[in-house]
């Protein structure tokens, strides 16, 4: 995986190129390019306000960039929208669901919008809200599920008409342990099928012991890339990373009063 001179070959699953976003003054991307090779796991990493989320959504054609361009499986996100969104399932930040639907409702809908057979939606559906756990919850509302599950069932949407390329915001944020292990077990097989995902995270453990490689953004800009094995240096990768950005010292100074009353 290269971070500066994206090489762009038939290889590549997403490659971006000077991707740039500014809010007003402020440059939330500034001028990303990487290339990311079909099959791989990655894991973005960066601390709150990085523009992890800006990436993403600038990847998956729901920001359009300042600057700079992204292409997925060859397609252009911003120039072909339509054609990319078949290569991608993204799974946003915040997600505007049709929760007045039930799960399974939710999942017909949008296997249907995306033009797939009523009856592959319905075999399809059922096998996610299995795999993740939620065979109990697939006729309420989703409106009434937690968190979590809400999370759980997007991401079912994500992977309903088997693309290519995944993009997950925080996809274990919310997530109990036991639905974490078996989400990490669909993510695998999509890998392993040939697929790639591109996912973030605060979860450094999670990242380390799932992706093959990792991408830290600091201030807008690719602070580093590579395998996990080049960033963390045999060290954690949550310490490697801490050292990288800088962080390490815990100043509490100013707050004895905590606890105090
Ligand atoms: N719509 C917006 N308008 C103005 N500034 C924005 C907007 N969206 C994001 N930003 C700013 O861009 C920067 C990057 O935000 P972003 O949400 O991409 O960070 P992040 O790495 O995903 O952070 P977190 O880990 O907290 O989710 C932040 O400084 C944020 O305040």
Not at 201 to 207: G, I, K, N, P, T
Request: net charge negative; proline share 3%; aromatic share 4%.
């Amino acid at each position: 995986m290269t971070g500066s001179t994206p090489s762009g070959g038939a290889d590549a699953a997403v490659v971006l190129e000077g991707l740039t976003k500014r809010f007003g003054d402020h440059t939330a991307v500034d001028g990303i390019s990487l290339s990311v090779p079909r099959g791989s796991f990655v894991g973005v990493v960066g601390r709150n306000g990085a523009g992890k989320t800006t990436t993403m959504k600038m990847c998956t054609a729901l920001l359009p960039p300042t600057a700079g361009s992204v292409s997925v499986m060859g397609i252009d996100v911003w120039a072909n929208p339509v054609a990319a969104k078949e290569q991608f399932g993204v799974l946003p930040e915040t997600m505007a669901l049709f929760d007045r639907l039930t799960g399974a409702e939710m999942l017909l809908y949008n296997g249907l919008i995306r033009g797939l057979d009523r009856d592959l939606v319905v075999q399809r559906s059922r096998r996610l809200l299995h795999v993740l756990g939620l065979d109990e919850a697939a006729d309420r509302m989703v409106v009434d599920y937690s968190h979590g599950m809400t999370k759980k069932v997007a991401l079912a949407a994500a992977l309903l008409h088997g693309p290519q390329v995944l993009f997950l915001d925080e996809p274990f944020e919310a997530i109990d342990p036991v639905s974490t292990r078996s989400i990490e077990a669909v993510l695998h097989r999509h890998v392993e099928d040939g697929g790639t995902v591109v996912f973030s995270s605060h979860v450094l453990d999670v990242v380390e012991r799932l992706c093959d490689h990792v991408v830290v953004i600091d201030l807008g800009r690719i602070r580093t890339t590579g395998t996990i094995e080049q960033v963390r240096h045999g060290a954690r990768l949550e310490d490697a990373f801490l050292e990288l950005i800088g962080e390490q010292d815990q100043n509490t100074e100013g707050l004895s009063w905590l606890g105090s009353s």
